[in-house]
């Protein structure tokens, strides 16, 4: 199936031995210039590169602390250094976070420091070239942006930014990623990453209440661009027509249905998910949550709650309110915008839904903590509500719950593999070995407690396991949503008492 | 020029022949050069930094929601190295020799304190018996730090020439002192009196002691280093945004000028 080695599953994650250049030969598809054009970049690299390159980076440095810091100040003491899961599983040590950082502030030395100025090569200072360009494009695309080196660093250097910041240069000087900019084209322009539109949406949306009303003989609606609906919900587009991401769908909306609520997508923001993130680019990134906000005045919602995506819930909660706020056309009673694990929970607490466990007894549960909610995003009220509120949910809605081992949950959870805009065919070696940490704290709890459903709040980690868990011998099916868990759970019909 | 006076007349070994003259003028100036540089440039970052916008909230989470919440999550990563420890066995080894180095540089530090103050105030006086304690263990630490960077294929690889050469001069500083403490003694009277002088800008002769001048130079080349180099991570690692941002992003709008 592969023609490369998959890791075997044995349960343990061992660090592996420094193999130069193991996954040199893995790049990103180059947009073409067309592609390019249409996103604002230039169309392709020229003759004065080297300039352009200097101009974007000497920019980046006076509009980001985070990467002027960074770059100064990592010691280079190694504790990041076998915390990411690409290197972990492919040992090439431009994947050890330190050493990817190496591949910027080898340039920022040579271009940005007086002692690179002067010192050169004793400085480590690297002189631009094709060959490092080529390295660039390589390994800032085998970063997922999972930020898990920085939970580590003594001081927080956080690889994330470096990447992003790269990837934002390599754009603006020609160089881009077909996958990332495509999606982000479709976004801008249609208004979500798969380019469906709106009638196609309705079809879709029909087919589900089709689906819902042939499985539980219950009439639930999924309303289209309703104006005057008290709830806008936004999602990652995947839901529409991924499984098992559809499923999930199902589940918000018998959600909202058992509710008694008003609720609405919206076919001009249809997508939660924003790949303006990814490619570090603050302009696409404004532009694309922009549609969102746009859709919640004219649809005069009062309150927007997002689904189940890691990197959406990411920029919806930390980057929104400084995009587009302030949000004082909604109603300041409830988070802008509150997650939907929080909105549901919350909704069992108080007792407005029921969930029947037993509806799930054929499943043993575990959940994969998405990077993006675990460590860049927080749910509720308290800090690490992003852990035990999914967590909560899952329990209130099946009997069988475990969590893999400690440490790799919570803040020190394994990203997918798949996250980061890596999900792109080109990339799966290096998406199928990057999961592999995940997969062996995976093995362990398959082994110890028959673990058959793998739950997420992630839309690239559910395309990413449906696609990689073959490979490790495992059914594609166990990967769910957990609106998928409260869909089964979910007591239908009239409310008893009310 | 009133601690001079006083500490003048316990010293009459003072030379004053031609040489140390030119030597002594010599030192003295780098000695404002080095303290100028050290000074101005740490400055510098430290504007530098603060005028460096972060137009999105980046806190890794969980992280606090308030700015005391902040402190409170600093304190032990500056004290303990608290995320070092979240790491494996590698790390720990690490955070021995690390914290150990540090701790005992602060405390040296603090020891030497006794040569710029006159009288010298009763808290310097209070380490002075830990203060040599650590100068003993102080090469040991950084020997753990050199030698760690030896036997792991992981940090032969990251390790930079700019790495060996700050740990290295920074034990050999460690042994200088050692040195004059045990074996080439020197007037420590004459010491105080040429920091005093540097110190109330009435430069007197450097004493005269090879070994001193040695363990001095090295001091004054880690001064110059320091802005210009990965030591900046002492003021870093209290501004690093995604350890000193308030995770509100929902309550407080965060704006900053270039990202409206
Ligand atoms: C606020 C004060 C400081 C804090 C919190 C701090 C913290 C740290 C931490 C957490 C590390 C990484 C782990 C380790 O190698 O131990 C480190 C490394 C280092 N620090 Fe500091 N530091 C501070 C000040 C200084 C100062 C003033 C120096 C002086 C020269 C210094 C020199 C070094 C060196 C040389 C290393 C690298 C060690 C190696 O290469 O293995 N630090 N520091
Ligand atoms: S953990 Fe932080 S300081 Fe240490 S090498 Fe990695 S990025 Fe640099
Ligand atoms: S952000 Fe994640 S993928 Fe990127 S270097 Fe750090 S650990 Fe690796
Ligand atoms: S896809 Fe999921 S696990 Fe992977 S980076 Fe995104 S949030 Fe993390």
Redesign the interface.
């Known amino acids: 199936m592969a023609d490369f080695k998959v890791p075997e599953l044995t349960g343990e994650i061992i660090?592996p031995?420094?193999t130069l250049g193991a996954t040199s030969g893995i790049k990103p598809f180059p947009a073409n210039e067309e592609l390019m054009g249409k996103v604002g970049f230039p169309a392709k690299k020229s003759a004065d590169w080297k300039v352009k390159f200097l101009a974007k980076m000497g920019e980046i440095?006076?509009?980001?602390?985070?990467v002027?810091?960074?770059l100064?100040?990592?010691?280079?003491?190694?504790?990041c250094?076998?915390?990411c899961h690409y290197y972990l599983s492919t040992g090439d040590?431009r994947n050890?976070p330190?050493?990817r950082q190496?591949l910027m502030r080898s340039v920022y030395r040579k271009y940005f420091?007086?002692?690179g100025k002067l010192f050169g090569n004793?400085?480590?200072a690297r002189e631009l070239s094709d060959e490092l360009l080529e390295e660039w494009i390589t390994y800032f695309y085998q970063c997922s942006e999972c930020?898990r080196c920085?939970?580590?660093?003594?001081?927080?250097?956080?690889t994330a930014?470096i990447t992003m910041a790269a990837r934002e240069i390599l754009d603006s000087i020609g160089i881009g990623s077909k996958y990332n900019l495509a999606i982000i084209n479709k976004a801008e322009t249609i208004g979500n990453n798969l380019g469906m539109g709106g009638p196609a949406l309705r079809n879709t949306l029909d087919f589900v209440e089709e689906e819902i009303q042939e499985k539980t003989g219950v009439d639930v609606k999924l309303p289209l661009d309703v104006e005057g609906a008290d709830i806008l919900l936004v999602t990652p587009s995947a839901d529409f027509f991924a499984e098992p991401h559809i499923f999930s769908l199902e589940g918000y909306a018998k959600v909202f249905h058992q509710a008694g609520v008003s609720w609405t997508l919206s076919s001009h923001a249809s997508e939660g998910g924003n790949f303006g993130m990814f490619i570090g680019n603050?302009d696409h990134m404004k532009t694309i949550n922009g549609r969102i906000w746009k859709a919640a005045r004219d649809l005069k919602v009062k309150r927007v709650i997002a689904g189940e995506c890691g990197h959406a819930w990411r920029v919806l909660?930390?980057?929104?309110?400084?995009l587009h706020?302030?949000f004082d056309f909604l109603d300041p009673n409830y988070?802008?915008p509150q997650h939907i694990c929080d909105y549901t929970l919350d909704l069992v607490k108080k007792g407005a839904i029921k969930l029947d466990k037993a509806a799930n007894d054929d499943f043993s549960v575990t959940f994969h903590d998405s990077c993006n909610v675990?460590?860049?995003?927080?749910i509720g009220n308290e800090?690490?509500g992003?852990?035990t509120i999914p967590r909560e949910l899952i329990n209130a809605a099946c009997n069988k719950f475990v969590d893999m081992a400690e440490e790799t949950i919570g803040?020190?959870t394994f990203c997918c593999g798949g996250g980061g805009g890596v999900l792109t065919d080109e990339l799966i070696e290096v998406r199928v070995k990057g999961a592999m940490p995940r997969m062996q704290a995976l093995k362990r709890v398959k082994d110890s407690n028959g673990v058959n459903f793998f739950a997420l709040i992630c839309a690239i980690c559910k395309a990413q396991f449906t696609k990689i868990f073959p490979y490790y011998g495992i059914e594609m099916e166990e990967v769910g949503g957990i609106h998928q868990l409260v869909g089964n759970a979910i007591v239908l019909g009239a409310k008893e008492g009310v | 020029m009133w601690a001079i006076s006083i500490l003048k007349h316990q010293s009459d070994e003072i030379k004053k022949g031609a040489f140390m003259n030119g030597l002594s003028s010599v030192f003295n100036l780098l000695a404002y050069i080095a303290a100028a540089v050290f000074v101005l440039g740490f400055l510098n970052k430290v504007v530098l930094y603060f005028k460096t916008p972060s137009p999105l909230k980046i806190p890794t989470t969980p992280a606090p929601k308030t700015s005391m919440g902040v402190v409170v999550r600093l304190i032990p990563e500056v004290l303990f190295f608290r995320s070092l420890l979240k790491g494996g066995a590698a790390e720990k080894i690490l955070w021995l020799g690390g914290w150990v180095f540090h701790v005992s540089f602060l405390l040296i530090i603090l020891r030497h304190l006794r040569f710029f103050t006159y009288p010298v105030p009763g808290f310097v006086m209070s380490f002075q018996q830990i203060g040599i304690w650590a100068g003993l263990v102080f090469p040991l630490a950084l020997l753990i730090l050199i030698v760690r960077r030896f036997l792991n294929d992981r940090l032969v690889t990251i390790t930079l020439f700019a790495d060996y050469f700050v740990l290295g001069l920074i034990i050999t500083i460690g042994l200088t002192g050692l040195l004059l403490k045990y074996f080439a003694r020197t007037n420590l009277v004459d010491v105080k009196a040429f920091i005093l002088g540097l110190l109330t800008l009435s430069p007197v002769q450097i004493p005269d002691s090879p070994m001193f001048l040695i363990h001095f130079s090295l001091v004054l080349i880690l001064l110059v280093y320091f802005p210009f180099s990965k030591l900046m991570h002492a003021w870093g690692i209290l501004i690093s945004p995604t350890r000193a941002q308030v995770d509100n992003p929902q309550e407080v709008r965060h704006v900053t000028p270039w990202a409206q």
């Open positions: 660090t031995k420094v440095l006076k509009k980001y602390k985070s002027r810091v960074f100064d100040i990592c010691v280079r003491c190694g504790a250094t076998d915390k040590p050890m330190v050493y190496e420091t007086t002692s004793l400085a480590a930020r920085s939970v580590f660093c003594p001081y927080g250097i956080d930014e603050y909660y930390s980057f929104s309110n400084t706020g302030p988070r802008v675990a460590r860049a995003s927080r800090p690490g992003q852990f803040e020190r």
